[in-house]
DNA sequence: CTGATTAGCAACCGGAAGGTTGCATGAAAT
DNA sequence: ATTTCATGCAACCTTCCGGTTGCTAATCAG
């Protein structure tokens, strides 16, 4: 995400905001490729809300979409985790860093 | 993060998950603690918009906030950014250890 | 003191988000 | 051939979100 604009990056973020999705991409985390149903098995959601769900994730690039005979199944897509948890990491540690602290010192000054 | 509920991850990536606001974290970022006024400049919002999205980034707990004389002012807290990054990245490694899994799995199907 | 600057509070508005229901379609099973 | 199962499409509803405007309170500079 490093070359990323701030577009998609919001994007993916947003994507990952609802708990209900943060759920489902559990699910998929720990049980691998799965089916829409079976995603939405147990959950107090209409089969829809799953999609529309599974749809946003796949907006942000976090999932992947194959058609199985009558079924469609979804999976994650972990290199996308990697680029946001870089990016994170990334902006995190560069406010830290000496330099941000000497910018934040000059820019002070009177 | 490792044992905060999904709720609260959710709010912090939903905090994440707006331009505007990743634009202000931005800043933050390499201006160092900020006024509302001077976060805002240039920006084709009002201070009350800006106001609001530094308070949702607060109930985040993204940035911290002080009060210095009349202005209040808005830095961030890297913490947290650095628990998000490590989330992320253990849901997409932990998917990637049940995909080498699957993987064995078949192939060692006769 | 006066005026300018910084911020908070509250009401309001339009559009997007999360959810539902009803109906249609295509593949699997019997 | 019929029935069942997994999806897709579309309309609709309600709540939340990003944004605005108007007014008030506090603090700093002259």
Known sequence: MSR???GSAARLFAALGDTTRLG??????QRGERSIVQLGDGLP???QAVAKHLDVLLGAGLV?????G???LFA???EVFAEASDWLSKVGSQWE???GRFRD???NQP
Do not use: D
């Not at 992947?64 to 199985?68: A, E, Q």
């Open 105 to 107: 010192f000059v820019e």
């Open 4 to 6: 990323v604009e701030n």
């Open 64 to 68: 992947r979409r194959t058609k199985s």
């Open 76 to 78: 994650l897509q972990p």
């Open 97 to 99: 860093g000496t330099l």
């Open 70 to 72: 009558r079924e469609v």
């Open 24 to 29: 489902l991409i559990e699910r998929l985390s």
């Open 45 to 47: 959601i209409s089969r």
